[in-house]
């Protein structure tokens, strides 16, 4: 069972706003670790989407941004599109795991 | 360009071994760490062990003393030594490129495609 709480599924029309939430703790996310997220598009692997809480890697459209307060982090997607259909996870580290936690996932649906 | 080829995954009964190597190009593979990172079917993501450029190395609970880590740098290739399988170690086995400081400030920048390990009887 995660450590790392996301709702299990969110849905917008194109051209909308979507927010995925990620709820932790003062072991992981409050200690404070970082937050970082990936997108899985089915069938594929997961692919690096936001590190460091707030830092785009190169090629990713800046419709995504994240934010992180306390024990929880956010990943906001702005002008939905098709293409954004998939599954989204955070990340964190756990110092009472001793180890590298993923939030429980996000199927993110495009109406 | 970063690539990860993952090999060594099959059909193995419980109790049994399997060895899973990951040949990496495309960067400076002896000053990166590397990992393995699990997906069961249908499940979510689950990191299973780390090996740092300086030699650390980490597991997760739930295959610590049954799985080890390990990296051959002249070789640019990653392994993972599975023992004493169980059902539920069941899943694609991704090997992934991370960057940052290991514990708090570290991310998997770079996925393999997987490759898929079925316990089974």
């Known amino acids: 069972q995660s450590v790392l709480a996301q709702p299990p599924s969110v849905s917008g029309a194109p051209g909308q706003r979507v927010t995925i939430s990620c709820t932790g703790s003062?072991?992981?996310?409050?200690?404070?670790?970082?937050v970082h997220w990936y997108q899985q598009v089915p069938g594929s692997a997961p692919k690096l989407l936001m590190f460091a809480n707030t830092n785009r890697p190169s090629g990713v459209p800046d419709r995504f941004s994240g934010s992180k307060s306390g024990t929880s982090a956010s990943l906001a997607i702005t002008g939905l599109q098709a293409e954004d259909e998939a599954d989204y996870y955070c990340q964190s580290y756990d110092s009472s795991l001793s180890g590298f936690v993923f939030g429980t996932g996000t199927k993110v649906t495009v109406l | 360009e970063v690539q990860l080829l993952e090999s060594g995954g099959g059909l193995v009964q419980p109790g049994g071994s399997l060895r899973l190597s990951c040949a990496a190009s495309?960067?400076?593979?002896?000053?990166?760490?590397m990992n393995w990172v699990r997906q069961a079917p249908g499940k979510g993501l689950e990191w299973v062990s780390a090996?740092?450029?300086?030699?650390?190395?980490f597991y997760a609970d739930s295959v610590k003393g049954r799985f080890t880590i390990s990296r051959d740098n002249s070789k640019n290739t990653l392994y993972l030594q599975m023992d004493s399988l169980r059902v539920d170690d069941t899943a694609v086995y991704y090997c992934v490129k991370s960057r940052g400081q290991l514990r708090n400030n570290y991310w998997f920048d770079c996925w393999g495609q997987g490759t898929l390990v079925t316990v089974s009887s």
């Open positions: 090996s740092g450029s300086g030699g650390s190395i």
């Open positions: 003062s072991s992981n996310i409050g200690a404070p670790s970082d």
């Open positions: 495309g960067f400076t593979f002896s000053s990166y760490a």
